[in-house]
């Protein structure tokens, strides 16, 4: 069993890591072992996205490839806005990371002794490795098992994280408080890692798990840091849509393998809207599903069309992809004798947390690594199977990490609080369920231009609303060195379910304001207003504060201004 934080252990580490996917968990692996690491992580260790990553990890080892040919198609993917050198460093890093999951137990799938490798949309060669169809399971099956391993790494568990404590008149983090069994308290340390994964559940259709609220991005944003391209999201073209049914994905690697993506007639209608039909990068069958619903049919907000793998032999299917017959079975889907019905949902984010090739932010001590991160690896549309590649090397610059001393704070003060703010929570679940169907509505697939004004202004007035709650004002006044002690049962719930909201609401704010400034189409966000792809934007948007500006696409030229 992983260890707990004892109430007795002093509430001071080196690091302290904010998330356990792939990013954290590496992240955790990567730090030096003289370092005392927490691992803190809002579910149990093994509930992010990582965990339900399908297709695999791509990384060019085969004779026939090279890592040029991998940076080239990562580049397109792009369109524009991948940093040459991020990605350079990317793709070049990239067989010594396989070569250390193998090292360390992970079992992906061979072909006779070599490691098997399959082909995934806007990739050149087969590339991807896996493991049948659980690929992110099995990565973390293994690292989670190493992190327990480790002396040097305390597992904070069902906490959630929720401001960073900063250095009084220092640009310098010291420290995170959390929310955890039933206390709030603040910890100390030198660098504070966020590996917080994306934030899915902004949107009503998403493949997201439900701890994918954003939290890393808004609470740095909060403490000031650079954040950058946050209007950059990707909807995957084929999340499972059967009424009652979790928007499980279906993964690339399906389509790679051979299966059709096809409409009501049976058309493989895709190629319709690109010449690579449904291997076209993800945004754009995602826009090609969106609009041929909107041709075809008179509802489609509810209407899907049809993942067809009958043409693939059915050995083939059991071998690489048990875990979608599974999941399609429970459903009442026999992907032998039906097509799968999909549509598009919210998957990855592409924007986050602005940091360098050393994983540093803004802030000194701050570190962001895998989605929660703009690393300037994916641009403005991310390759598949890309993003555990970022997220293991990334993570591993860590092990060069340079730990400045912690500074001086005085030990807490305990308060306890018998508060309970029961008649507030029902308005806060309100908005926390009618959010997502406006960002759906109106910074989903397509956009435009009213649509994302009218629902900032829908933000902004939630957002000032809950401003003069009291619980919201709770939250917002906890002092560093302040331990409170919940005496409420319903207390912590209730907390939990505003810090959420409140972390959602600040996304939306930040991606509608990202997505009505950029004025054209590209990648992930399209504008039926602006529906071509303007030279003048080949930039990154950036945001600190309520502040937007331009950068090149390119790290340097951002280290050249100082915003690291």
Same mark, same amino acid.
């Not at 030096?32 to 080892?61: D, F, R, W």
């Not at 202004?457 to 004002?473: C, G, H, M, P, T």
């Given at each position: 069993?992983?260890?707990?934080?004892?109430?007795?252990?002093?509430?001071?580490?080196?690091?302290?890591?904010?998330?356990?996917?792939?990013?954290?968990?590496?992240?955790?692996?990567?730090?030096?072992?003289?370092?005392?690491?927490?691992?803190?992580?809002?579910?149990?260790?093994?509930?992010?996205?990582?965990?339900?990553?399908?297709?695999?990890?791509?990384?060019?080892?085969?004779?026939?490839?090279?890592?040029?040919?991998?940076?080239?198609?990562?580049?397109?993917?792009? +369109?524009?806005?991948?940093?040459?050198?991020?990605?350079?460093?990317?793709?070049?890093?990239?067989?010594?990371?396989?070569?250390?999951?193998?090292?360390?137990?992970?079992?992906?799938?061979?072909?006779?002794?070599?490691?098997?490798?399959?082909?995934?949309?806007?990739?050149?060669?087969?590339?991807?490795?896996?493991?049948?169809?659980?690929?992110?399971?099995?990565? !973390?099956?293994?690292?989670?098992?190493?992190?327990?391993?480790?002396?040097?790494?305390?597992?904070?568990?069902?906490?959630?994280?929720?401001?960073?404590?900063?250095?009084?008149?220092?640009?310098?983090?010291?420290?995170?408080?959390?929310?955890?069994?039933?206390?709030?308290?603040?910890?100390?340390?030198?660098? +504070?890692?966020?590996?917080?994964?994306?934030?899915?559940?902004?949107?009503?259709?998403?493949?997201?798990?439900?701890?994918?609220?954003?939290?890393?991005?808004? !609470?740095?944003?909060?403490?000031?840091?650079?954040?950058?391209?946050?209007?950059?999201?990707?909807?995957?073209?084929?999340?499972?849509?059967?009424?009652?049914?979790?928007?499980?994905?279906?993964?690339?690697? =399906?389509?790679?393998?051979?299966?059709?993506?096809?409409?009501?007639?049976?058309?493989?209608?895709?190629?319709?809207?690109?010449?690579?039909?449904?291997?076209?990068?993800?945004? +754009?069958?995602?826009?090609?599903?969106? &609009?041929? %619903?909107?041709?075809?049919?008179?509802?489609?907000?509810?209407?899907?069309?049809? %993942?067809?793998?009958?043409?693939?032999?059915?050995?083939? !299917?059991?071998?690489?992809?048990?875990?979608?017959?599974?999941?399609?079975?429970?459903?009442?889907?026999?992907?032998?004798?039906?097509?799968?019905? =999909?549509?598009?949902?919210?998957? &990855?984010?592409?924007?986050?947390?602005?940091?360098?090739?050393?994983?540093?932010?803004?802030?000194?001590?701050? &570190?962001?690594?895998?989605?929660?991160?703009?690393?300037? =690896?994916?641009?403005?549309?991310?390759?598949?199977?890309?993003?555990?590649?970022?997220?293991?090397?990334?993570?591993?610059?860590?092990?060069?990490?340079?730990?400045?001393?912690?500074?001086?704070?005085?030990?807490?003060? =305990?308060?306890?609080?018998?508060?309970?703010?029961?008649?507030?929570?029902?308005?806060?679940?309100?908005?926390?369920?009618?959010?997502?169907?406006?960002?759906?509505?109106?910074?989903?697939?397509?956009?435009?231009?009213?649509?994302?004004?009218?629902?900032? &202004?829908?933000?902004?007035?939630?957002?000032?609303?809950?401003?003069?709650?009291?619980?919201?004002?709770?939250?917002?006044?906890?002092?560093?060195?302040?331990?409170?002690?919940?005496?409420?049962?319903?207390?912590?719930?209730?907390?939990?379910?505003?810090?959420?909201?409140?972390?959602?609401?600040?996304?939306?704010? %930040?991606?509608?304001?990202?997505?009505?400034?950029?004025?054209?189409?590209?990648?992930?966000?399209?504008?039926?207003?602006?529906?071509?792809?303007?030279?003048?934007?080949? +930039?990154?948007? %950036?945001?600190?504060?309520?502040?937007?500006?331009?950068?090149?696409?390119?790290?340097?030229?951002?280290?050249?201004?100082?915003?690291?």
């Amino acid at each position: 069993m992983p260890r707990l934080k004892s109430p007795n252990i002093s509430p001071h580490f080196d690091v302290i890591v904010v998330g356990s996917g792939a990013a954290g968990l590496y992240a955790a692996l990567c730090l030096p072992t003289h370092l005392q690491i927490a691992l803190v992580t809002k579910n149990t260790i093994n509930m992010g996205s990582s965990n339900y990553a399908q297709g695999g990890i791509a990384a060019a080892i085969d004779p026939s490839d090279n890592p040029t040919l991998h940076l080239e198609d990562t580049l397109k993917a792009g +369109v524009g806005l991948c940093d040459h050198e991020a990605v350079k460093f990317m793709v070049e890093n990239a067989p010594e990371a396989i070569a250390h999951l193998v090292e360390m137990g992970v079992a992906f799938d061979r072909k006779g002794e070599k490691l098997a490798m399959t082909l995934e949309a806007a990739h050149s060669r087969s590339r991807v490795l896996h493991s049948a169809d659980t690929t992110g399971r099995a990565i !973390i099956d293994t690292l989670v098992s190493k992190v327990l391993e480790r002396s040097n790494i305390l597992i904070i568990s069902q906490a959630v994280a929720l401001n960073l404590w900063l250095a009084p008149q220092k640009n310098r983090v010291q420290g995170i408080s959390l929310l955890h069994r039933n206390k709030i308290e603040w910890l100390k340390c030198s660098a +504070v890692v966020m590996a917080t994964g994306g934030g899915g559940q902004i949107f009503a259709q998403t493949t997201n798990p439900e701890v994918s609220t954003g939290d890393g991005v808004a !609470i740095a944003w909060r403490a000031g840091a650079v954040v950058r391209d946050l209007e950059f999201f990707q909807f995957h073209p084929t999340a499972l849509t059967k009424p009652g049914a979790p928007r499980f994905l279906i993964s690339e690697a =399906v389509r790679g393998e051979g299966a059709h993506l096809i409409d009501e007639k049976g058309n493989r209608f895709a190629f319709e809207y690109h010449p690579a039909g449904e291997l076209a990068p993800r945004d +754009v069958v995602s826009r090609a599903i969106f &609009y041929h %619903l909107h041709k075809t049919t008179s509802d489609p907000t509810h209407a899907h069309v049809y %993942l067809d793998l009958r043409i693939l032999a059915p050995e083939r !299917i059991r071998y690489r992809f048990p875990n979608i017959i599974n999941v399609c079975q429970k459903w009442g889907i026999d992907v032998f004798q039906e097509p799968i019905p =999909v549509a598009p949902a919210a998957h &990855y984010w592409m924007g986050g947390i602005a940091c360098d090739l050393m994983s540093q932010t803004s802030i000194r001590g701050l &570190y962001a690594i895998g989605e929660t991160a703009s690393t300037g =690896v994916h641009g403005a549309n991310r390759l598949a199977s890309n993003s555990l590649l970022e997220c293991l090397v990334f993570a591993a610059q860590l092990s060069q990490i340079e730990i400045e001393p912690n500074l001086v704070a005085p030990d807490s003060d =305990v308060f306890q609080v018998d508060y309970d703010w029961d008649g507030e929570m029902e308005e806060i679940q309100a908005i926390r369920k009618m959010l997502p169907s406006l960002m759906w509505e109106s910074a989903g697939i397509s956009r435009h231009g009213d649509m994302l004004n009218q629902a900032l &202004y829908q933000v902004n007035r939630w957002r000032d609303n809950l401003a003069s709650f009291e619980i919201v004002k709770f939250l917002a006044n906890v002092l560093p060195n302040q331990r409170i002690e919940l005496n409420s049962a319903n207390a912590e719930e209730q907390l939990r379910i505003t810090a959420e909201t409140m972390n959602l609401l600040d996304l939306g704010y %930040l991606i509608l304001k990202s997505a009505g400034w950029r004025t054209e189409s590209r990648g992930g966000h399209h504008r039926n207003d602006y529906p071509k792809t303007s030279n003048d934007w080949d +930039v990154h948007t %950036l945001v600190q504060g309520d502040r937007l500006w331009k950068s090149p696409t390119n790290i340097k030229s951002e280290v050249s201004k100082k915003i690291f």
